[in-house]
């Protein structure tokens, strides 16, 4: 089974502050995906990549940067983070994009004050 | 504009009765509908899915029943067990564009004993 970590596990910042969340997926899938999980929306695609240097818009992407810097590892920037940045953030990857299993990571919680 | 909706919002049954979720899309082009459970402090992961040509997906306990004419689907639980207490999403995606999914906004299942 395909394993993806996230690091931090939880993040406290203040408006305007910096905060980059990573992730790291062991099985050498393509695809990686960065979600926001809030209560009344569910999991909302931020960004996502299919290979190393590649960078795709999702359905949110507003106030937030990525960054693929090899097939393991992918990297979610908030660069002037705000309150409606508060959230649970999942990390996925697949191996063949949308009609496959996705596999998540345990999540990293983010407060904004 | 959500294409995935589900309902209810939560839903509490009792050990041992059936549970029954629902589902709808808007999007004709979606043809894979997996369910993604998720328990709290987790990611989610993969429950059951169902491809469009097919009706009904059976795995142990876990049944999906699709109407493609009516852009509907349903998870049934039997014989719910208080393990079974998780949120619980629909998701799609499309042979078309198929690098991304859509979740819906989860249903919180509690199972009372």
């Known amino acids: 089974e395909a394993a993806v970590t996230q690091s931090p596990r939880n993040k406290v910042t203040v408006t305007g502050g910096n905060v980059t969340l990573s992730c790291r997926q062991t099985?050498?899938?393509?695809?990686m995906y960065w979600y926001r999980q809030d209560t009344g929306h569910g999991l909302r695609l931020i960004h996502y990549?299919?290979?190393?240097?590649?960078?795709q818009i999702g359905d949110v992407p507003d106030g937030y940067k990525a960054t693929r810097t090899t097939q393991e590892d992918f990297f979610l920037l908030l660069e002037l983070a705000s309150p409606s940045q508060t959230s649970l953030y999942f990390c996925?990857?697949?191996?063949?994009?949308?009609?496959?299993?996705?596999?998540f990571g345990p999540g990293t919680r983010l407060l904004v004050l | 504009q959500q294409q995935v909706r589900q309902s209810p919002q939560s839903l509490t049954v009792w050990e041992g009765e059936t549970a029954i979720l629902n589902c709808s899309y808007e999007?004709?082009?979606?043809?894979?509908f997996p369910w993604y459970q998720q328990f709290p402090g987790e990611g989610p992961a993969l429950l059951i899915a169902?491809?469009?040509?097919?009706d009904k997906k059976e795995d142990g306990r876990f049944t999906i029943f699709f109407n493609k004419r009516e852009k509907k689907l349903s998870l049934h639980i039997t014989d719910s067990q208080p393990g079974d207490s998780a949120t619980y999403f629909c998701?799609?995606?499309?042979?078309?564009?198929?690098?991304?999914?859509?979740f819906g906004a989860g249903t919180k299942l509690t199972i009372k004993p």
């Open positions: 996925a990857s697949s191996d063949s994009g949308g009609l496959d299993t996705q596999y």
């Open positions: 099985n050498s899938h393509n695809y």
């Open positions: 990549s299919y290979g190393a240097g590649n960078l």
């Open positions: 999007n004709s082009a979606f043809d894979y």
């Open positions: 169902i491809r469009s040509v097919s």
């Open positions: 998701a799609a995606s499309s042979n078309y564009g198929n690098e991304k999914i859509t």
